[in-house]
């Protein structure tokens, strides 16, 4: 069981409400990241980190920002919510060593913007 | 956000038979590939990974299979279980990159 956590697990919120997702890790994983899946669908890179004040864009244009003030913490913000925003949000960390990039996995956040 | 899209490829055994589910991948330079399972409502879990220098690995119940020359990965699941229902994703990487780039995922769906 991987030791990474996403908080809330389900948010309903209206259009226009400022959010923001939480992740924590306790493994000490330099390397996090954010992906956006739609139900049933593949999983979409939007934003990672390599380190502490390290952020990067993914692959999939996304509106929302992150920061990475503290090794563990990895939260990702949605300014102004809209019901384009509906999705599940799972957040990953990942250390590379010893011939292996395995990322780990959060439960996930499920976002309904009404 | 929320879209109706293309339903994933499902893949149906029954209980104790082996389960094969198959990955096509496009970037030649790949040179590491990861298994992952996802069950409802949940984050993808972590299976089996493979360096391109293999061509099989081996785990508990599961095998990856590595075919560079046309660039497909298989996983063998034996004697399947009604727990191992679920999605399941591959992703690869290259060179010195921590970015995965994941599949499309197939759902694996266990009869009794």
């Known amino acids: 069981e991987a030791d990474i956590y996403q908080t809330p697990r389900y948010l309903v919120i209206g259009t226009g409400k400022k959010i923001t997702l939480e992740c924590s890790q306790t493994?000490?994983?330099?390397?996090m990241y954010w992906y956006q899946q739609d139900p049933g669908m593949e999983l979409h890179l939007i934003h990672y980190?390599?380190?502490?004040?390290?952020?990067e864009k993914g692959d999939l244009s996304s509106e929302s920002t992150v920061s990475r003030i503290r090794t563990e913490h990895f939260p990702l913000t949605l300014e102004s919510a809209r019901p384009s925003h509906t999705s599940q949000y799972l957040c990953?960390?990942?250390?590379?060593?010893?011939?292996?990039?395995?990322?780990?996995f959060g439960a996930g956040t499920r976002l309904s913007v009404l | 956000g929320e879209s109706v899209g293309l339903h994933l490829p499902t893949l149906s055994v029954q209980e104790g038979d082996n389960s094969i589910i198959n990955c096509a991948y496009s970037?030649?330079?790949?040179?590491?590939f990861i298994w992952y399972k996802q069950e409802s409502g949940k984050g993808p879990q972590f299976i089996i990974d493979?360096?391109?220098?293999?061509d099989k690995r081996q785990g508990q119940r599961v095998t990856v299979l590595l075919n560079k020359t046309v660039k497909h990965l298989s996983l063998q699941i034996a004697a399947t279980q009604p727990g191992d229902s679920a999605v399941y994703f591959c992703?690869?990487?290259?060179?010195?990159?921590?970015?995965?780039?994941f599949g499309t995922g197939t759902r694996l769906q266990v009869t009794l």
């Open positions: 970037n030649s330079a790949s040179d590491y």
């Open positions: 990953a960390s990942s250390y590379r060593g010893k011939g292996e990039n395995i990322q780990y």
């Open positions: 493979i360096r391109s220098n293999m």
């Open positions: 493994m000490g994983h330099d390397k």
């Open positions: 992703a690869e990487t290259a060179g010195t990159a921590s970015k995965l780039t």
């Open positions: 980190s390599y380190g502490v004040n390290s952020t």
